[in-house]
T-cell receptor, first 112, second 114 residues
Framework: QKEVEQDPGPLSVPEGAIVSLNCTYS??????FMWYRQYSRKGPELLMY????GNKEDGRFTAQVDKSSKYISLFIRDSQPSDSATYLC????????????FGAGTRLAVHP | GAGVSQSPSNKVTEKGKDVELRCDPI?????LYWYRQSLGQGLEFLIY????????KSGLPSDRFSAERTGGSVSTLTIQRTQQEDSAVYLC????????????FGEGSWLTVV
């Protein structure tokens, strides 16, 4: 079992839809979670990070962590064609923040 | 630009040849990372440099892979005797420090071994 699992998609939604992207993780010691967005042929860029259970909101994006079920989610409201990208969840290896374990990434396409 | 710069952007090499990939981190960033992204896979940690400390090489997949960082700035990732399974995007990243600092990625070097 991989330490971080993510459905690769692709996920195709119409503009304006609410998008839900999800990851599961296996190690209950993981505490710090990140979402990266990666456009085609570009490097990943940090979108959001969360440290504890609960929700964190930033504009149209909401990150949610459920430690009891080891489940993390990213919600995108009012999705736009410019949101079309691959979304990767990540968490640091236990014991330090210097190295990240990434999910495989979910490819999202938002069509007009 | 002010971002992480990587070269070459694309490299096609024959199996068995050595390749060198270069990374120029953001000025002032003391931490530098190399990751590998294979088709349909997430990023895989390779190596981490922090200041003058010994690098964390725990992610290097074999002894054919090595990396160095000269003068605390530019880094070179070397793959010797390349194999087809080495085909991937090699991403370099840097951060202002180690723990807790945002990591900024370059656009990657796309390596194809034929």
């Amino acid at each position: 079992q991989k330490e971080v699992e993510q459905d690769p998609g692709p996920l195709s939604v119409p503009e304006g839809a609410i998008v839900s992207l999800n990851c599961t993780y296996s190690n209950s010691a993981f505490q710090y979670f990140m979402w990266y967005r990666q456009y085609s042929r570009k490097g990943p860029e940090l979108l959001m990070y969360t440290y504890s259970s609960g929700n964190k909101e930033d504009g149209r994006f909401t990150a949610q962590v459920d430690k009891s079920s080891k489940y993390i989610s990213l919600f995108i409201r009012d999705s736009q064609p410019s949101d079309s990208a691959t979304y990767l969840c990540a968490t640091p290896f236990s014991g330090g923040y210097n190295k990240l374990i990434f999910g495989a990434g979910t490819r999202l396409a938002v069509h007009p | 630009g002010a971002g992480v710069s990587q070269s070459p952007s694309n490299k096609v090499t024959e199996k068995g040849k050595d390749v060198e990939l270069r990374c120029d981190p953001i000025s002032g960033h003391t931490a530098l990372y190399w990751y590998r992204q294979s088709l349909g896979q997430g990023l895989e940690f390779l190596i981490y440099f922090q200041g003058n400390s010994a690098p964390d090489k725990s992610g290097l997949p074999s002894d054919r892979f090595s990396a160095e960082r000269t003068g605390g700035s530019v880094s070179t990732l070397t793959i010797q005797r390349t194999q087809q399974e080495d085909s991937a995007v090699y991403l370099c990243a840097s951060s202002l420090g180690g723990n807790g600092n945002t990591i900024y990625f370059g656009e990657g070097s796309w390596l194809t071994v034929v």
